[in-house]
């Protein structure tokens, strides 16, 4: 499995759209290298998990392609991870030599309101009728792909009151990928779910994605987003439960303006808490 990890910033970018913090003035003198932008993460050049505003920057700064994406993975609806006016221009004069005419989005209710309310006025029929978007329920496992090699796990994050944020566990030919932003210490019942289904399988997880919002500081027990003592705590979860196995490995992103994310920062995370600190463009296989 291929991730490719595009946007690594939280909801406001790093540095932060209309901000003037010393976080954001020094990011900004230190230029491209040390921006976090909104979340997106690639599998395989074709499976997009989110999909920001910043997806069409990351086109241009990565060369990641968007017209080969078969299928998106919608966290939730919170704008920076899903910026759906874009799918607009996914048809008609403005996109030739599409790869795969049909795109799968899956995700929860309020996915598909929003896919609604931001393409209403200009999405054509013709533009339309090439992108399902496909309802998930959480806890209810959904195999796709053109020979069915995806198999979706949707679990609840403990993320928003207004509509039930998911998270994804997702099984590709044997490999194993847990994608966990944006939340806090996952619920309880996310956990025994998560558990039953693997320890039923005999699978682990391969590779976590932990939600980093806060960084280095403890968000605790009922934070939507988690720091590096909250990630360490759910590692331990985990291992307990026989989520992970020893040789399972960790990549933190969504970071926050307020916590300053500065590169020297994220190799310290790196060095104390054995995890890899994503940043924009960064691709790991395993
Ligand atoms: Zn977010
Ligand atoms: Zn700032
Ligand atoms: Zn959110």
Do not use: W
């Amino acid at each position: 499995m291929k991730l490719q990890f595009l946007g690594t910033g939280a909801a406001e970018g790093v540095p932060a759209v209309f901000c003037n913090c010393a976080t954001c003035l020094e990011i900004r003198k230190r230029g491209a290298r040390e921006f976090h932008t909104r979340s997106q993460l690639v599998i395989d050049g074709e499976l997009s998990v989110d999909f920001p505003p910043d997806a069409y920057h990351h086109s241009l700064s990565f060369g990641a392609d968007l017209s080969a994406f078969k299928y998106i993975l919608v966290t939730h609806s919170h704008m920076d991870h899903f910026y759906a006016h874009d799918f607009i221009l996914r048809g008609y004069k403005y996109s030739d030599g599409l790869p795969k005419k049909k795109l799968q989005i899956f995700g929860n209710a309020e996915v598909k309101k929003v896919f609604e309310e931001c393409t209403r006025r200009e999405l054509r029929a013709d533009v339309k009728e090439n992108i399902e978007i496909v309802e998930l329920i959480p806890f209810v496992p959904v195999t796709f792909g053109d020979k069915g090699e995806y198999t979706v796990f949707p679990l609840k994050a403990q993320h928003s009151k207004t509509e039930t944020a998911l998270l994804y566990f997702l099984e590709k030919n044997g490999q194993t990928y847990l994608h966990l932003t944006d939340t806090g210490r996952l619920p309880k019942e996310s956990l025994d779910e998560l558990q039953a289904y693997l320890n039923a399988k005999g699978k682990f997880v391969d590779f976590v994605t932990f939600d980093c919002t806060f960084l280095f500081k403890e968000a605790g027990e009922v934070s939507r987003h988690m720091g590096l003592p909250d990630n360490v705590a759910m590692r331990e979860e985990f291992l307990r439960r026989e989520i992970v196995s020893d040789s399972t490995r960790y990549a933190i992103t969504h970071y926050s303006h307020n916590n300053q994310p500065f590169s020297e920062n994220l190799r310290k995370a790196e060095k104390e808490y054995g995890v890899i600190a994503a940043y924009d463009g960064l691709t790991i296989e395993f």
